[in-house]
């Protein structure tokens, strides 16, 4: 079978760092995705990874684990504009995107 | 368009009652998607489009919903005889010439059937 796990909510402090871990199985992998959500409003791209390892864009990173079925969002000073839902998603053998449920992050002060 | 573009943003329709829910992809891309988003649920995979055929309707709940697209970019979702179950936000996406690409969605429509 297919599926996606990533953690319901997260909790975080302005500046901190913080890490959102997605977890997935499939018998056919075409690449993750990290999109952005905020209430209300469209999903937007963050980012892709189709090979091992760290993928780095200013203050988020991804990384992932083939091997592992592992992925994780990395999140770097943090900002109060952050808190939004973050939704992981793969490609699977039959050329659908998958969507974990979506794990909402909230940034306090 | 710079992004893609859905219409209506908001629905209150009866229950019973047909609604047409509208996609405008960002021009140039091929494929486009239509998904659901329930209270607290994933997106839930509905359709797919390259060009003007659907390779992949898999994810239609009901043969009350269907889709069309023609010219190669405007899509529309219509769904027959709505049900309060059919409450939710429906999402459009496109990519620019199939899958495994990213894809870029649109704001949705948030449709509530009374």
């Known amino acids: 079978g297919q599926n996606i796990d990533q953690p319901t909510e997260m909790t975080a402090t302005e500046g901190a760092i913080v890490q959102i871990n997605c977890t997935y199985q499939?018998?056919?992998?075409?690449?993750l995705f990290w999109y952005q959500q905020h209430a209300g409003e469209a999903p937007t791209f963050l980012s892709y990874n189709v090979l091992d390892g760290l993928e780095e864009k200013g203050r988020f990173s991804s990384f992932l684990s083939r091997s592992k079925g592992y992925s994780y969002l990395l999140l770097k000073e943090l900002q109060m504009k952050d808190s939004a839902s973050y939704l992981c998603?793969?490609?699977?053998?039959?050329?659908?995107?998958?969507f974990g449920q979506g794990t909402e992050l909230s940034v306090k002060p | 368009g710079a992004g893609v573009s859905q219409s209506p943003s908001n629905k209150v329709t009866e229950k019973g009652k047909d609604v047409e829910l509208r996609c405008d992809p960002i021009s140039g891309h091929t494929a486009l998607y239509w998904y659901r988003q329930s209270l607290g649920q994933g997106l839930e995979f509905l359709i797919y489009f390259q060009g003007n055929s659907a390779p992949d309707k898999s994810g239609l709940p009901s043969d009350r919903f269907s889709a069309e697209r023609t010219g190669g970019s405007v899509s529309t979702l219509t769904i027959q005889r709505t049900q309060q179950e059919d409450s939710a936000v429906y999402l459009c996406a496109s990519s620019l010439s199939g899958r495994w690409e990213t894809q870029y969605f649109g704001p949705g429509t948030r449709l509530l059937v009374l």
């Open positions: 998603a793969f490609y699977n053998q039959g050329g659908k995107l998958i």
């Open positions: 499939t018998s056919g992998f075409n690449g």
